[in-house]
């Protein structure tokens, strides 16, 4: 994954940033390459299904746990090293 | 009011905050269930004229195994769209139908039933879809048959029954100016604490619109198994009601004109028996009440058993209330009819008890027809056809639990209390305003006060 300093995290909006991680909801494997740093490019077949805005909402900076709120569902998980990035970005 | 502005989030989102829910039988072993958002409406109000949300998700929920959870949900999703982007007008000339081309800004909707059972997940069918509101009753050369126009609106769904969403006259009647100036009933208020000269009460809303989403359906659509229930006394006949609005959890603006919204749908207004969360629950909780669903109204049941209202009725009004004054036991008849449903026994021929579980729902004995003499007073006037049997739109539900917390409905548990004399006659005057009509048919609720029309001249 290429580094996300704040001006391309903010250039890059809801949808930018959330493409990013929009490979999450497709289960384990994908949650343990992001755990691990490694991250996979997102296939054409998966940029294309994200059809309408993605949200992340960091619900605790302490322990990294996120919650991604995408069409009418929400899924939480932990990346401590994805919320400092999201933070350090932000300053 | 019943539920207008009642909290302090939802006072501020209009559109998603559920005014009223009624539920009573009709014929052909039907239930009609209506639900009103959006108080408050000032007929007059364009060029931008009420409408739903397109954003909000509005839910009817039936429960039908008194565990104050939903077995039964009926979804509505609205959509707007423009017909003419250069005009800032609602309409270019007379709106003769719902596919007019001089109406420039319409909404259309769906509905989708949620079935809801332990043994399996969701299963939810779409009963209908692109099914057309109404406009707003703007005046008479833009809406000159505007009752036409309502019963265009009218539509079937599949396996039985009939919607209807749009602008409706408020059905609604209280006296909120005195009501919300500590406690005056105007036709009384020569008692008050600080005295006035009686007078007669004055109807806040006997011009206000609402919009309305009815739905009349069989019976058998609602009951557990399927059944029409014939007696009263039978577990299976009641049925607990209430509506809701859900927004998603997360809302960002991209332009001024543009917003996204994604995530699980948040419930911010529910709405069972009247008055439960405007004057039960405190400031401080209203919010949270809102959030949440009946089942987890055990939380708000202390409030129910020692209602604050009735400890200001013999402050405000001294000397007149002695008897409540003394009642500090808990309301147990308070807690029954809000938040249980009355148990069999208590009522000769009557019950509408859901079971041990504390959810303010309105509970419907379905198994009870409708009353060829309505009484306002429903079941505290002797008629078990009205509230809190389900609610009617004639219901007087202001002077019904006025009356109830004053003491009036203490001896169904206590057969020693004697409810003071003014407990059964207090009042806020409202009953009866004659502007305000109803329909003999769905969605019964009446035709909504035009803008040219309101206020007169």
Redesign the interface.
Known sequence: MEPVSRRSFLSK??LGAVGAIGALSAGPVALAAMASGVEEPLSDEEVSALT????L?VRDAASGEIEV??????VVFKDPALVARMLRASK | MSSHREAPSISKDPVADNTDTYAFVTPDATVTIITNYVPAEVPAGGPNFYEFGDDVLYEIHIDNDGDGRPDVTYQFRFATTIRNTDTFLYNTGPITSLDSPTWNRRQTYSVTRVDETQRERARTTLLASGVPCPPCNIGPRSTPDYPALAAAAVTSLTGGGWVFAGQRADPFFVDLGSIFDLGTLRPFESLHLIPMANASGVDTLKTSNVHTIALRVPIAALTRGGTVPTDPLGAGSVLGIWGSASRQKATVRTHPESTHSAGPWVQVSRLGNPLFNEVIVPMADKDRWNALPPSADAEFAKYVAQPELAKLLPVLYPGVFPHLAGLTADRADLLAILLTGIPPGIIPGFQNFTGSTQADMLRLNVAIPPAAAPNRLGLVGGDPAGFPNGRRLTDDVVTIELRAVAGVTYPLIDHGFVPDAAAGAIEDGTFGHPGRTLLNHFPYVGTPYSGYDVPAA
């Open positions: 909006g809801s309408g805005p993605l949200f909402h709120l995408v069409d009418e569902s929400s």
